[in-house]
T-cell receptor, first 111, second 118 residues
Framework: GEDVEQSLFLSVREGDSSVINCTYT??????LYWYKQEPGAGLQLLTY?????DMKQDQRLTVLLNKKDKHLSLRIADTQTGDSAIYFC???????????FGTGTRLKVLA | GAVVSQHPSRVICKSGTSVKIECRSL??????MFWYRQFPKQSLMLMAT?????????EQGVEKDKFLINHASLTLSTLTVTSAHPEDSSFYIC??????????????FGPGTRLTVL
């Protein structure tokens, strides 16, 4: 079945880069997403990558996809205190509109 | 961008009562909406897929008689938690799919509803 894993916590200093990792098991996933969730709030789409791409950059965000290893990462450059939140990766199951969410990584940015 | 609202944002009810949560797409038509459940410090678990004008499709392990879903229009889906019990306390999040959008507009998420059952 589908299973998406993330490390639970990440702590970085303000101004440093953050790298959040995600591994998934469904090799037929078409799109992979990164969402941000602030306390008590819904999910905000940060970026996404199509499965035939290796990398996507969007301002401070860089997504890397290693399809062979089923590994996805999100790099946040120049991390700010406002980036503190929970980050979820999600995969869209091929042939459906269903998303499987990762376990979430809680990012804490230290001033 | 597309906006999805949920109402109420927070509800407290007594055990045994039923609670209805609304999910609305405000500026687009949503042929498909999704209902998720999130326990504290955990991920989102898909409960069901709601299709306008037809029956919802429930994920394995989700009781359809307990979590009633109605998607009567292209902008509104409702989730009713029937005979709620304390173990139903959770954060319920809906999302809506804009059929006319691309991959980054496929699902827009509501702000969530925090249900507490006493």
């Amino acid at each position: 079945g589908e299973d998406v894993e993330q490390s639970l916590f990440l702590s970085v200093r303000e101004g440093d880069s953050s790298v959040i990792n995600c591994t998934y098991t469904d090799s037929s996933s078409t799109y992979l997403y990164w969402y941000k969730q602030e306390p008590g709030a819904g999910l905000q789409l940060l970026t996404y990558i199509f499965s035939n791409m290796d990398m996507k950059q969007d301002q401070r965000l860089t997504v890397l996809l290693n399809k062979k290893d089923k590994h996805l990462s999100l790099r946040i450059a120049d991390t700010q205190t406002g980036d503190s939140a929970i980050y979820f990766c999600a995969e869209r199951i091929q042939g459906t509109y269903k998303y499987i969410f990762g376990t979430g990584t809680r990012l804490k940015v230290l001033a | 961008g597309a906006v999805v609202s949920q109402h109420p944002s927070r509800v407290i009810c007594k055990s045994g009562t039923s609670v209805k949560i609304e999910c609305r797409s405000l500026d687009f038509q949503a042929t498909t909406m999704f209902w998720y459940r999130q326990f504290p410090k955990q991920s989102l678990m898909l409960m069901a897929t709601s299709n306008e004008g037809s029956k919802a499709t429930y994920e394995q392990g989700v009781e359809k008689d307990k979590f009633l879903i109605n998607h009567a229009s292209l902008t509104l889906s409702t989730l009713t938690v029937t005979s709620a019990h304390p173990e139903d306390s959770s954060f319920y999040i809906c999302s809506a799919r804009d059929a006319g959008g691309g991959p980054d507009s496929e699902q827009f998420f509501g702000p969530g509803t925090r249900l507490t059952v006493l």
